[in-house]
């Protein structure tokens, strides 16, 4: 078992910048892959960025050049930094864990752009 814990969240103003974190608990050595989503009101849930334990990455093409997904090893925490935010990054946003047999799932935190 993993458990997932996200801190970070909040409101910002257009332009700024939050850095997100996930910690990892329980059975972290099983997890290969790590990602952020996100979900907006109305929206489906999206994968924002994702990291693998050989540390390659993957972002959705909106915010790359902006966001930056980081980890310490050995995949016990994980990173979301956040710069040059707008409006369309206002979400709930999501740790995720995959393991050869199960995806896991972090309580999510908020964010929120708006001046």
């Known amino acids: 078992q993993v458990q997932l814990v996200e801190s970070g969240g909040g409101l910002v103003q257009p332009g700024g910048s939050l850095r997100l974190s996930c910690a990892a608990s329980?059975?972290?050595?099983?997890?290969?892959?790590m990602g952020w989503y996100r979900q907006a009101p109305g929206k489906e849930r999206e994968l924002v960025a994702s990291?693998?334990?050989?540390?390659?990455?993957n972002y959705l093409d909106s915010v790359k050049g902006r966001f930056t997904i980081s980890r310490d090893k050995p995949m016990n925490t994980v990173y979301l930094q956040m710069d040059s935010l707008n409006s369309e990054d206002t979400a709930v946003y999501y740790c995720?864990?995959?393991?050869?047999?199960?995806?896991?799932w972090g309580q999510g935190t908020q964010v929120t752009v708006s001046s």
């Open positions: 990291i693998t334990s050989g540390g390659s990455t």
């Open positions: 995720n864990g995959v393991s050869y047999d199960r995806v896991y």
């Open positions: 329980g059975s972290t050595f099983s997890i290969s892959v």
